[in-house]
């Protein structure tokens, strides 16, 4: 097959070749909705990439993977991004990219146009299925770090949130907690919310109460921010969705004299590097980061080589990590 | 001028093409380093940069900067870019590369191939000065998150170590302590290089003495596993160079039975975002990150779009905060 030229975009598309460039660059803000579909639709019938990615892949040659994380400030995905970077063959390199709530889809068009053979996607797209159906004819790998059965086009490499939340369940009941506050954002990942789900229906089907507290975002400030809110429900116990809120709210609850885990036992998610390092020592959930990250890197290039390939998919289990932030009831 | 190509590069450096291909893509392994050398002069000399970053900068026009850190798993470093993500202006992306030890060099030249306009560079160059005048003669801008007298061809914004490691002798000095370990990494990069000079000068000049205590890395593990050495040496207290190191040493002490800060007061630098939450809480000084980043991103910008200005200069205080991890001799 010939190389596919944005000439050929205009022509299926049938506008002019400014056009095609200026739309497949952002600044079609002019255009017509109906051009503009017109446009994107001809560049992924053809699969039309631009000149920075159309590089062949010869034997040796350098790949460039794209990585989209939703905030490096999280130290779980920054922690993810590094054992990335320890795990990548010699004639890779790894342009990271962070994105904020709703400008995922948007990060990977600015990664394809700076010449990205692959993109793992760490982050929540809008569109996934959309995104992932546009890449794949555009004939650049994707593999997404979420559980998702209707992303046919893109190869998953995760951690299982349901068994996650479910152990945290079995491990509160199991202390004798029978009220427990689920702490988190409430705009939920598909991530969050399988953990969620398999978190409240263990716990309700045990006969437990489980009350909800919702904060701004998923970080320290917002954990400590909630602690009020979390004392006032006179739940025993708090699972935070994430370690990082964990260590916020454990934090405030100490503000206003709330012992953890005398008075009242947090469990956290991810076992981040400093879970075992903070005191009290964090109760959480660890993911295998080091599996992930080298299961993410080998899909992608293995998609890259063999873009025919039958859809991968990697699950890996999480494991409780049992240390001194949650005691049983007294 | 007219857009300067691959064939002039093989024309002035009197080698082929496909030469420079290689040798510019870094697989020109079976070149002589006389070849090498002639093919970067060339390349230099006549502001040669591959197809993806020669785009023009119209009005408007998208720009792609390239930000170079040591390790995404030290949350300075992510709290850093997390900080530029939130200060860029629409029409800029940033694509984000983390480099180890003796790799940054080489990282700026993928960033370069994959298109970017601009550097922000909070790595250690190996040979700063050699790329700092490559960028420039290639219309590259480059921002150093470092303060070197010598790179008179990159824009420089930091916040000052001088100051900061004044700031933790003066602090220890006025507790009381007279026998402080210094502990860190011994492959010192130029910031903290100039952040061991000054604390070093301020404590001996004041007549107290200075132990030293090398560690691998500057992570929380080489941290705790430095914490025999720290407690044989008798000091009374220790400067870790930066946060991560801090808090693994205070945990690696508790191992040993030695309370911090009753038994050795313990000091670390940047005051990430959890020296507030960890217990004791971290006393540290503080870089104003925001500033950085913010300054940064307004540097490399301008530079971009005012090739020819002057050399700019931004340089910020640091701060001293107090909190649990120090206290007076006893």
């Not at 010449?115 to 997404?144: C, E, F, N």
Request: proline share 3%; no cysteine.
């Amino acid at each position: 097959m010939g190389k596919v030229s944005i000439r050929d975009v205009a022509s299926l598309a049938g506008v002019s070749i400014a056009t095609v460039s200026q739309v497949l660059n952002g600044k079609g803000a002019r255009f017509s909705e109906k051009t503009k579909a017109k446009v994107l639709a001809a560049r992924d019938e053809i699969g039309y990439v631009p000149n920075a990615s159309a590089r062949s892949l010869k034997q040796g040659a350098k790949i460039l993977i794209g990585v989209v994380v939703p905030s490096l400030r999280n130290p779980f995905f920054g922690d993810l991004v590094q054992h990335m970077q320890e795990n990548i063959p010699d004639n890779v390199s790894l342009s990271i990219m962070t994105a904020g709530a709703g400008q995922a889809d948007q990060t990977v068009e600015i990664l394809v146009n700076s010449g990205v053979h692959g993109i793992i996607m760490a982050g929540q797209l809008a569109q996934p299925v959309a995104i992932a159906s546009s890449l794949k004819k555009r004939g650049i790998a994707l593999v997404v770090l979420e559980n998702h059965d209707g992303l046919v086009d893109a190869d998953a490499v995760f951690a299982s949130d349901k068994m996650g939340g479910h152990l945290v369940a079995e491990h509160l009941l199991a202390l004798g907690h029978k009220h427990v506050v689920l702490l988190g954002n409430q705009v939920y990942t598909d991530n969050l919310q399988y953990r969620t789900a398999a978190f409240k229906e263990t716990m309700l089907a045990a006969g437990a109460k489980v009350s909800e507290v919702a904060t701004r975002n998923l970080t320290k400030h917002a954990g400590r921010a909630a602690a009020m809110a979390v004392s006032i429900t006179q739940a025993t116990a708090a699972f935070a969705l994430n370690d990082e809120l964990a260590i916020g709210l454990i934090a405030g609850l100490n503000a206003h004299g709330i012992q953890v885990p005398n008075d009242m036992s947090v469990i956290g998610y991810d076992d981040t590097d400093y879970a075992e390092f903070f005191r009290p020592a964090l109760t959480t959930v660890e993911q295998p980061l080091w599996l992930i990250a080298e299961a993410a890197m080998k899909t992608v290039v293995a998609r890259i080589n063999h873009p025919d390939a039958e859809r991968q998919v990697a699950a890996f289990d999480t494991k409780l990590i049992v240390r001194e932030s949650t005691a049983p009831l007294s």
